[in-house]
């Protein structure tokens, strides 16, 4: 898979390990908290042109957010299957 550079220009946004411990804590503020830890291997994704945060345990995905033009992480239902199979970071 061919990275793409990500549609939001990166200078507006926060840094990787930012975006990665908002992440985390939304996660902890959801009721799925409580059921499995996110792994070190939660990460920044880039698919398609958009940033998207990936938690995950050692053998499920978790939660993904969608990092939004304004910087703004929004929780996704459904997902692409690219960016849980690849580990692609900016």
Request: aromatic residues 8%; proline residues 8%; glycine residues 4%.
């Amino acid at each position: 898979m061919t990275q793409t550079k990500p549609k939001v220009p990166l200078r507006i946004l926060p840094s990787e390990a930012a975006l990665t411990r908002r992440a985390f804590a939304a996660y902890f503020h959801s009721a799925d908290a409580i059921v499995d830890p996110p792994a070190k291997t939660s990460g920044v994704r880039i698919h398609q042109g958009r940033l998207y945060v990936v938690l995950e345990n050692g053998n499920s995905v978790l939660a993904v957010y969608r990092v939004r033009y304004d910087g703004i992480l929004r929780r996704l239902r459904r997902w692409p299957d690219a960016i849980t199979t690849s580990r692609t970071t900016p």
